[in-house]
């Protein structure tokens, strides 16, 4: 049962919405702590209830709108993103209200924990992943922007508690199993036993955040009678890295895994700016997103320019998979139902190189993209040593173009040979016609995205016109 | 005085703190059933099976309907041809034909397959151009019809032909179809249903299922989000959980998933309207010739008034010398399209701004030039196609004002310098205009009555047939009565909209809520102070009441104007005497006078004859002008609107923080119907953008970077509740000047022709007309 309803229906806490039960909208969004910062106080983050199954959040707490002001019995004590939110004419309908007000929190507790100010930029980042069908968000980005931080109370503060929080992280390191005459849930603590479980039964369906899972679950296209959730794994959570290469383990979330390339890798962060909300970021995988192998991912066409590669566990043996030859097909992947991807090694950018990530969609934040485009030029002097290009949804997976990195490659830079290049593609793509973008359109996207990357790499060069 | 201020809206603290409470957050009876909804599988044709035996034999199914369990199966607000439930014939893909009660939503999404449904299938119609060639209308109007057209056409130094083509909108209120009916005694059926047709609502529920209307009372305390989608297709649905109720004697709740909202339910019109224009070397409109085509869907639901709204805005600011406006509506196997917010005005009034747009490129001159000499004037050329005087005519004054406050001159020869750069990105700008018509064009519907119970403590309760679905109207009623009693808002409470209060209302709808309910209340207010004044006399008399002795009865013709209410109290200006509006309310309560007030308002002096195109069509006009200023990706197609200034005429607004958030709101949603909200439907007539991943509503990042709003000082309109405006639906023709700029910016690539696209502007509709170009 994901958590939303489980708050709607179980609970009595009627204020969290159900609106689209596929993570789009945010009308959800409560406050999740699976975990403390290094001051020992949880940290909260806003992900949406409507995707996420109960079973993932075992011993977590979880604030709802209700819990942002302080409730005494009919009263209520106000909070500074409320009382913000109610000058600014922030609520219309107010259907939406709940899960902004949510997100709101979140927000001011992660710029408070930071701290650093509440921009209007940030505000909107911040909220994303929340639709709002009264106000034109002017409203909002308003209220959002004239909370006085000083003034909101940390959440983490007044709902301190040690001996929650003790019983969080044991909870979190214990294995947990339970049947029933047709349906099964693992929770392992260890990798070992994850991956006997895995080789015992292949039927066990593995899920990291269940962003996509609890979507797919939600529109009745799947029943998953069989579960195996990783996040009591200690070792998949960790991600780090040495001179060559970032390790992002199978349940690092999104957002774990931008901020961890912001502080460390600062110039790799504008190429891995990953176009999703910050619930979705929040509770979803980077491994998760490699695994799904949609043709549209966002995450795909950087990793496959990059070389990145997936590391594959089974119970007896681990073997290393570039990514570009881990996809065979829509969906399906290099490898067994006995395995489990355990992480994603990164390769880190290299000087002299020209590395971009394009992408489009109906809307230009929270869409799926129409066409995805990633290139990495590496550069000796005007020669590219080596041409990689991916293109994502242009085929059943998202692809690398392989012969026209070949003609491009060891050869001086040259616009001309770029468009020369792109007029070349149909050779290799034939898009598909959606209620996203039509194939012409598709095609016209992905020409001119080489001629956009081009001019990139001319100014980079500087080779003038 | 409460009116005029920006006091919060009614529901602030609820909404904040989550214990609104919604349809679906009403606690559920432990005898409650769930009411599944079952389409259509086919877009035309006849449902011969609905077998739901291998349903029912699953534990916690209780009923499997269909059309032969409806006693009276067919509804409709215009014309009474809908079903209820389809079988004969089907209207389109999706279209409710089955409905399941059971003991909740996880039984029903596993039995729904259970349900046999088997239809035969014929050749739909699916677009407004089929519908023409296969002779398929809904109706038709009579043109508006004004000097010579074919003499103006030919004489005209320039004429341009063309097709002005706009999609539809989903409504997408937050809040999917909801309603809960619970059996009561004696056959009688409380209907707690997400309307803003109460009334509707009542009687739909009462008429399908063979009540009498007393025995149904419709109830909404507010919903959460509505835009017109709630107006008509509440009822059906609230019929639908009342069929329930009734066969089973248990509670019903029906709440749509949003999936199945935005497939069963109707949408706004998609138009197609076939022009010829003519004018003259400086761009001045000599003709205009409108074929006018909405796409209504499967019924007729609302679209004859909406077809009817669209030729009334046909003119938009413009004067038209000579025109020729006729409308059409056609009817597709697609769902019933209905209302939503501007209900056909923004369709007809971005026709004529797309026209200017093109007069403007075709004579190589910027597009203000072009409005500025066609705008109604002030003193002559102010009379409408339909005959209606523009009077107190703010558009010249308005549109100037906004000319200079946003910059437009430096910003249009700064673009185009930006232009002539070749940064790959490509920039426009445009300003255009709104002169909304205020009232229903269907006559009868201008009337509201209400409800105002004093208390003796000195608060107040209002009940009004107004609905609240976010846009205030609780509020301003609020502070209307409060400014009549001279007391704190805070005092007045709006109660929760019934039909066993206010019946015979009308919908909450074209912008009216506040005017018809507002005049209303008031109505009702000075009655109530009419007999306050009364008591008050009486009691500073010499007679000496004691509560014992009676005072005689109220005289309404009494002119008790100097006695005042002021800050809380009664004061009588000539003798100075004054008593606390308290205290008063005990005197008048202990002397046996009613302190509740029921008042009937209706416009004044309305009505519009279609056939002789004589008498008042509207109230009066809500006024306003954007500029809009818009930046395109070359690659991509993909489209940001960098600024956008809005300059808005509301009259006297009665709380203009309120009113600012109709605007923003309003802006964006018509910005997202002509930019990304695309509705896409497979070559079998089927909606595939059912949910907020496929149909791309304007997400925060998409609210203008630069984004003013004004209001316009204006008090001359005496037609309207303390001189105020209706802003509901004006502003959201202001999202086409986003449509327009994109128009603009393309003219820059154009060449020799002029740009051509269809609404929405999507990324592809603009990369492929750019690449038209090359």
């Known amino acids: 049962m994901p958590l939303g309803n489980f708050l709607r229906n179980s609970e009595g806490l009627s204020g969290t919405k159900i609106v689209c039960a596929e993570g789009d909208c945010g009308a959800c969004t409560v406050l999740l702590a699976t975990d403390t910062g290094p001051d020992g106080k949880l940290t909260f983050k806003s992900v949406n209830s409507c995707i996420l199954p109960l079973y993932l959040i075992d011993g977590a707490q979880v604030i709802t709108v209700e819990g942002i002001g302080k409730m005494e019995g009919m009263k209520v004590d106000l909070s500074e993103v409320q009382k913000k939110m109610i000058d600014s004419n922030g609520a219309q309908c107010g259907y939406c209200t709940p899960g902004f007000i949510c997100a709101m929190a979140g927000a001011v507790e992660s710029c408070k924990s930071e701290g650093k100010p509440m921009t209007e930029k940030k505000a909107k980042n911040y909220l994303t992943g929340n639709l709002c069908r009264c106000t034109g968000y002017q409203p909002i980005i308003d209220a959002m922007t004239s909370v006085d931080l000083d003034k909101a109370e940390f959440l983490k503060e007044r709902y301190h508690n040690p001996e929650w929080i003790g019983k969080m992280k044991s909870i979190k390191k214990t294995s947990v199993e339970m049947k029933s005459k047709d349906r099964s849930l693992f929770l392992p603590a260890t990798l070992n036993e994850a991956l006997r479980i895995k080789s015992q039964d292949q039927d066990v369906r593995l899920i990291a955040g269940s962003t996509d899972l609890g979507v797919v679950v939600n529109k009745g296209k799947l029943a998953t009678p069989k579960a195996m959730a990783l996040y009591h794994i200690e070792e998949l959570g960790k991600i780090s890295h040495d001179t060559a290469n970032i390790y992002v383990g199978a349940t690092v979330t999104l957002t774990q895994f931008e901020e961890y390339v912001e502080n460390h890798f600062p110039e790799m962060s504008r190429m891995l700016h990953i176009f999703a909300s910050p619930q979705i970021k929040n509770q979803g995988t980077l491994v998760g997103n490699v695994v799904n192998a949609s043709p549209i991912a966002d995450t795909i066409p950087f990793l496959l320019v990059s070389d990145a590669v997936v590391v594959i566990q089974s119970e007896s043996q681990t073997r290393e998979v570039v990514l570009k030859d881990f996809y065979l097909g829509y969906k399906k992947l290099n490898m067994t139902a006995s395995e489990i991807v355990t992480k994603i090694k990164i390769p880190v950018l290299v000087k002299n190189e020209v590395t971009r990530l394009f992408k489009v969609s109906m809307r230009k934040d929270l869409d799926i993209s129409a066409v995805t485009f990633a290139a990495r030029v590496v550069l000796d002097g005007k020669k590219m040593t080596s041409v990689k290009i991916a293109l994502g949804g242009v085929a059943a997976t998202v692809m690398r173009m392989t012969a026209i990195e070949k003609t491009l490659t060891d050869k001086e830079f040259n616009a001309k040979a770029f468009n020369e290049a792109a007029d070349t593609l149909d050779q290799y793509i034939k898009p598909l016609s959606d209620l996203r973008a039509s194939s012409a359109y598709r095609m016209l996207v992905s020409k001119n995205y080489f001629t956009k990357f081009a001019k990139e790499i001319n100014d980079q060069i500087g080779g003038g016109k | ?774």
Not at chain 2, 33 to 43: A, D, F, I, K, Q
Not at chain 2, 461 to 487: D, H, P
């Open chain 2, 1 to 774: 005085m409460s009116v005029g201020k920006s006091v919060q809206h009614d529901s602030a603290t609820g909404h904040v703190t989550g214990s609104s409470i919604f349809i679906d957050d009403r606690p559920k009876y432990k005898n409650e059933v769930y009411v599944g909804v079952l389409g259509s599988p086919v877009c035309a044709g006849t449902i011969t099976k609905i077998d739901g035996s291998a349903a029912l034999e699953v534990d916690g199914v209780y009923g499997v309907y269909s059309a032969k369990d409806v006693p009276h199966n067919k509804w409709g607000t215009i014309i009474p041809e809908q079903p209820i439930l389809a079988y004969e014939k089907i209207g389109y893909i999706d279209e409710p034909v089955c409905l399941v009660a059971c003991r909740d939503e996880e039984t029903f999404n596993a039995v729904k397959k259970l349900v046999k449904i088997e239809a035969t299938s014929i050749t739909p119609i699916l677009t407004i151009d089929d519908a023409i060639d296969k002779n398929s209308f809904l109706c038709t109007a009579n043109p508006f019809v004004r000097g010579d057209i074919k003499g103006a056409l030919k004489s005209a130094a320039h004429t341009l032909k063309g097709a002005f083509e706009c999609g539809g909108q989903e409504h997408f209120y937050m809040e999917s179809q909801a309603t809960v009916v619970y059996p009561l005694e004696n056959g009688q059926l409380e209907v707690h249903s997400s309307s803003q047709h109460p009334t509707e609502t009542q009687h739909v529920v009462a008429h399908s299922l063979g009540l009498d209307y007393s025995q149904v009372v419709c109830i909404v305390k507010r919903m959460g989000g509505g835009f017109g989608g709630k107006e008509s297709q509440a009822a059906h649905f609230a019929a639908m959980a009342g069929l329930v109720a009734m066969k089973l004697n248990r509670p019903a709740r029906l709440a749509l998933t949003k999936d199945d909202d935005m497939m069963m339910t109707g949408k706004r019109h998609p138009f197609k309207n076939f022009y010829e224009v003519g004018f003259d070397d400086k761009g001045v409109i000599t003709a205009l010739k409108v074929l006018i085509f909405a796409n209504g869907g499967a019924y007729v639901d609302l679209t004859p008034s909406i077809l009817d709204r669209a030729m009334f805005h046909a003119d938009g600011c413009y004067y038209l010398e000579n025109c020729y406006i006729e409308g059409k509506a056609v009817r597709t196997n697609q769902h019933s399209n209905t209302a939503f917010r501007g209900f056909g005005g923004p369709q007809g009034n971005m026709t004529i701004e797309s026209i200017i747009e093109d007069v403007a490129c075709f004579l190589k001159k910027d597009a203000y030039e072009i409005r500025k000499i066609n705008l109604y004037g002030v003193k002559d050329r102010n009379m409408t196609p339909y005959n209606q005087l523009v009077e107190h005519n703010v558009l010249p004054e308005l549109f100037e004002k906004l000319h200079t406050t946003s910059e437009y001159k430096i910003r249009v020869e700064e673009l185009k310098a930006f232009n002539q750069s070749s940064s790959g990105k490509l920039r426009g700008l445009s300003m255009t205009g709104a002169k909304f018509g205020i009232a229903f064009t269907t006559k009868f519907l201008n009337q509201g009555n209400a409800l105002v119970n004093i208390h003796l403590d000195g608060t107040i309760q209002v009940s009004t047939g107004a609905t609240e679905m976010g846009q205030g109207v609780n509020t301003k009623m609020q502070q209307i009565a409060a400014t009549a009693f001279s007391i704190a808002h805070t005092q007045i409470v709006l109660m929760p909209t019934s039909t066993e209060k206010n019946h015979n209302t009308s919908p909450t709808a074209a912008s009216s809520g506040t005017d018809i309910n507002g005049g209303a209340v008031l109505k009702a207010c000075e009655s109530l102070k009419q007999t306050l004044r009364w008591v008050f006399i009486q009691q500073h008399s010499d007679v000496g009441y004691d509560g014992i002795k009676t005072m005689p009865a109220v005289d309404p013709e009494a002119d008790l104007s100097h006695i005042e209410f002021i800050d809380g109290n009664v004061i009588d200006k000539k003798t100075s005497k004054s008593m606390a509006f308290r205290d008063l309310l005990k005197v008048a309560y202990l002397n046996q006078f009613s302190l509740a007030g029921y008042a009937f308002y209706k416009t004044p002096d309305l009505g519009f004859d279609k056939s002789t195109h004589e008498g008042r069509a509207f109230n009066y006009f809500t006024n306003g002008a954007a500029v809009s200023e818009v930046e395109i990706d070359e690659y991509t197609g993909e489209l940001k609107v960098i600024r956008v200034d809005i300059l808005m005429d509301l009259g006297r607004p009665i709380n203009p923080g309120i009113d600012m958030g109709q605007v923003t709101g309003a802006f964006i949603q018509g910005m997202g119907w002509v930019t990304t909200e695309n509705l896409f439907y497979n070559e079998a007539g089927k909606l595939l953008s059912h949910s907020p991943t496929t149909y791309k509503i304007p997400n925060i990042q998409d609210t203008p970077r630069v984004f003013n709003v004004e209001l316009l000082e204006n008090h001359t309109n005496t037609r309207n509740v303390m001189r105020s405006k209706a802003v509901g639906e004006p502003p959201l023709l202001l999202g086409s000047s986003v449509w327009t700029a994109v128009k603009n910016a393309l003219s820059y690539r154009s060449g020799k022709s002029l740009p051509h696209i269809t609404s929405p502007a999507t990324n592809e509709v603009i990369l492929m007309e750019l690449n038209r170009y090359e």
